[in-house]
């Protein structure tokens, strides 16, 4: 059993407000008696939910993929700067989606949004611990003593310890960058321990999820199958 105004939303007709607004006016029924009561406890695989008499049916679960551009930052509203929430296309606009932990402004790469509480609790749960992996531009070249530095677990300039992490130099001032958690700035902040401050970050993966040819600034849905792989990332 849910609310009936949450599955309305899930339905994408509209936010809280608007779907509170479309119930107080009778054009929702349920099993064809008309439904004002946001409240009502209903059981959409039984029961018959009606919008102006079209049958509607909840979108489930949905994962979006941004390849996000730097100058906007992760959160669902920001008086001052713009948000990833306006990087989602209209179709989108509805679901409810909210961004899975979170990229700096500056940063690029692979976004997720979902409008799955409960997944998007599991993927940022410390516990879990999803890899995700960076490519980054940095002042300087990494060494070897980076390398072991970053496997060994670092301490970052306020004292703050670092679960252990994969640092791979692929080329002068460029490194690719492997960690299972999500402090505040933490690569960036990893590299500057090791006096390689960053340049520029893009995420390229998590979990086996990679940004493929996904334009930047561009979104898609992710299938059943690679929503499923997400959540069960550790079970090959
Ligand atoms: N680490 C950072 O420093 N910035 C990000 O956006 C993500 C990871």
Not at 46 to 55: K, N, P, R, S, Y
Not at 72 to 89: C, G, N, Q, R, Y
Request: aromatic share 4%; charged share 30%; net charge negative.
């Amino acid at each position: 059993m849910e609310r009936l105004d949450k599955f309305l939303c899930d339905c994408g007709i509209g936010t809280r407000s608007q779907v509170k607004a479309i119930l107080k006016a009778g054009r929702v029924t349920v099993d064809g008696i008309p439904e004002r009561d946001n409240g009502r406890k209903i059981d959409p695989n039984t029961q018959e939910i009606a919008l102006d008499g079209e049958i509607l049916q909840a979108f489930g679960t949905v994962v979006v993929m941004l390849n996000k551009p730097a100058g906007f930052v992760t959160a669902t509203a920001d008086e001052k700067e713009k948000t990833v929430m306006e990087l989602l296309p209209e179709e989108y606009r509805h679901l409810d989606l909210k961004p899975v932990g979170r990229l700096d402004k500056q940063t690029e790469g692979l976004l997720l949004f979902t409008n799955d509480g409960d997944l998007l609790h599991r993927l940022i749960s410390p516990k879990k611990e999803v890899p995700k992996i960076y490519y980054a531009r940095h002042e300087g070249t990494a060494t070897q003593e980076d390398v072991q530095a970053f496997s060994a677990g670092l301490t970052l300039a306020d004292g703050t310890a670092c679960l252990p992490a994969v640092l791979e130099p692929i080329g002068p001032g460029e490194s690719m960058v492997t960690v299972c958690e999500g402090k505040y700035h933490q690569v960036r902040r990893m590299l500057a321990s090791r006096h390689l401050p960053v340049t520029y970050l893009e995420r390229r993966q998590e979990g086996k999820l990679t940004l493929g040819d996904l334009p930047r600034g561009q979104v898609r849905r992710l299938t059943e199958a690679e929503v499923d792989a997400l959540d069960h990332w550790q079970v090959v």
